[in-house]
């Protein structure tokens, strides 16, 4: 089962600053929704933990992820696969940045694949449910992006 994602968003921030916060697991990663944990590997590859819930399935999902492609204030891209209670998964998510307005227009997209006794069981509300943890994430984001840069987070 795939489940595709687009979207944007302003952020006040220039772009490197935005770029930065968005290739640093450690300062995104906690926003997301169920976020259980995180371990870096390197600064390319790390693996978070959240809980998954989906009708009577109950799990936590480890998945691993790559920043798969890296261009300094104007692209970052992931890639991920792990294994969510009764399946796996693999997915992407971009996002592209842009001079915009006073700061970054911060474009994003990504696709979800989702296979095995998860996709068939909960089939039906896995995109209504991934559809609305994603806004929850990009609310997060465009919350985070917005509140003043402090200097420790330059650092």
């Given amino acids: 089962m795939a489940i595709t994602f687009a979207g944007e968003f302003e952020a006040p921030q220039p772009p490197q600053q935005v770029y930065e916060f968005l290739t640093d697991p450690q300062r995104f990663a906690p926003l997301l929704p169920d976020f ?17 819930g989906v009708a009577h399935i109950r799990g936590t999902a480890e998945i691993r992820m790559e920043l798969a492609e890296a261009q300094a204030a ?27 307005g006073a700061g970054t227009r911060v474009a994003w997209s990504g696709e979800a694949q989702i296979f095995g006794r998860l996709a068939s069981m909960a089939g039906g509300l896995l995109e209504p449910m991934a559809k609305k943890n994603l806004q929850k994430l990009i609310d997060a984001l465009r919350a985070a992006l917005s509140a003043p840069l402090s200097a420790a987070q330059h650092e």
Wanted: no cysteine; aromatic share 6%; proline share 2%.
């Fill in 36 to 52: 259980q944990g995180l371990v870096v590997e390197d600064a390319r590859h790390f693996i978070v933990r959240v809980s998954v």
């Fill in 74 to 100: 104007t692209r970052a891209t992931y890639k991920g696969q792990g294994s969510v209670a009764g399946g796996s998964m693999t997915m992407t998510a971009s996002f592209n940045l842009s001079p915009g």
